[in-house]
């Protein structure tokens, strides 16, 4: 017998489903709908369909809502600020891998 206890852990794929909808988008990160919504206003935010009720959010958009809201939380960011925050943020995790790849056969 193991020392060590055995986690199990279940789930779902996300990116396989159709979409989340906005009220499952409010459950999932806990911020109201009307938050989530200013976002989609200000670009932060991309659903699909054309009104708040057809809305549907790809799943990988649920760090970026999480970051947008802690940005404004934690650090004050207004939210006509927040999309351009936030790109610049994603183009410095894209460069800094970028490097990564980059330095990566001269740290061997």
């Known amino acids: 017998m193991s020392k060590y206890p055995v986690i199990v852990v279940s789930g779902e794929i996300m990116e396989e489903a159709p979409g989340l909808t ?5 459950g999932i990160c806990g911020l109201p709908a009307e938050r989530i919504m ?3 206003e200000l670009g932060i935010l991309e659903p699909t369909g054309a009104t708040a009720r057809q809305w549907r959010f790809p799943a990988g958009s649920i760090p970026r809502l ?11 960011v207004e939210a006509s600020s927040l999309a351009l925050v936030l790109d ?9 891998a970028r490097l990564h790849r980059l330095c990566a056969p001269f740290d061997e």
């Open 22 to 26: 906005l009220a499952e988008m409010a």
């Open 38 to 40: 200013e976002y989609v």
């Open 66 to 76: 999480m970051k947008a809201a802690r940005l404004q939380r934690d650090l004050g």
């Open 88 to 96: 610049l943020l994603d183009e410095m995790d894209r460069l800094r």
